[in-house]
């Protein structure tokens, strides 16, 4: 079987790792596999694990655009070639890619939806292009897709997002210091902190608005926000005017491995506004963080109250403050929650059960003839 999965980037986020790791483990299990995406700071990932990158120019927001018909093309003929037999897409446009590609080809096309869209978007009901299968990363993207974007329920698949659980909670704190050696990082500082693309969407506004509340109360505290994004200047900004941008560290270059930098984090927020599933959550978890994370879909199914994590009202940085503060406070709870966390990381959201249902798809709809859009 030879898959290739599609993605607009390799940058970190949710989307990103999850095709990096869902790639390393698919070659482990003996399936030959090429990534094929625009690229990002990710993408040494595969390089160092001996997976096939193939550039492609599609990172963007139109379906339908200059660089999605551009790429058409160039991915039919490289799945003649390579005798590609599944197509798997991570985003829009390589799900309207893919699933034009497989039409003209005649192969599969298996998509995997990562959270939330608009379901009254006039292209979505004209050309859904969810493929012959579809992948939903929890319980509220599966409810999502048959109820709203009226996929059938027969195409649906509900398979958890995993991480790769051996390479998270190995290293201390003092011993990842090196990876934000070019900012002013306090070892000695409790660290909150947050993974995750800068977007409206991912709600770090509220995280930075509690942090400087928090701050007035407690001067022993940092905050260090790792991504890259539209709204990173924004987020600049909003730090300087609530004077707390000398107590945050903004790395956008990650210059170290990623569960390097979860690793110098006390307490994990995943401060989103709405939230499919939340891989950086699981791999905070995972390295033994206490975790506060807003009331959306994928976190709260994630976490266990008050066992493995706290969650908070969505948009309340008042109400995420106060979360944070009673974990600071609190340096039983914080370990209490912070064991839990790893626990059911551990337990339930490994990346070798997500890429065994993942096979099972792949199986299924290569024993099913027809190809849908």
Known sequence: MKVLLLTSHLEVGGIGIYTVDMAKYLKKYGIDVIVASSGGLLA???????????????????????KMLRALPIVIKFIKEEGIDILHAQTRITQVLSSLSGFFTRKKVVTTCHGFFNH?????????????????ISSGVTRHLINDLKVPRDRVNLVYNGVDIKRYGKKTKKECAYAVRDHKFDINKITIGSVGRFSIVKGHKFLIEAFALLYAERKDIQLLLIGKGEEEI???????????????????????PLEDYISLIDIFVLPSISEGFGIALVEAMASLCACVASNTAGPS?????????????????????????????????????????QRRAVENFDIEETVKNTIKVYKNVLAVGGNKK
């Open 301 to 341: 199914e994630i976490i266990v109250r008050e066992e493995s994590g706290i969650i908070v009202e969505t948009k309340n940085s008042s109400a995420l403050k106060d979360a944070l503060l009673r974990v600071i406070n609190d340096d039983k709870l914080r370990k209490y929650l912070a064991f839990n966390a």
């Open 234 to 256: 924004n987020l600049m900004k909003l730090a300087r005017e609530l004077l707390v941008d000398d107590k945050i560290i903004f790395s956008s270059g990650i210059n170290a």
């Open 120 to 136: 009254h978007r006039l292209s979505r009901k004209l050309y859904p292009a969810w493929g012959d299968s579809v992948i939903a």
């Open 44 to 66: 040494r990932r595969l390089d160092i694990a001996g997976i096939r990158h193939f550039y492609l120019d599609i990172n963007g927001k139109n379906e339908f655009g200059f």
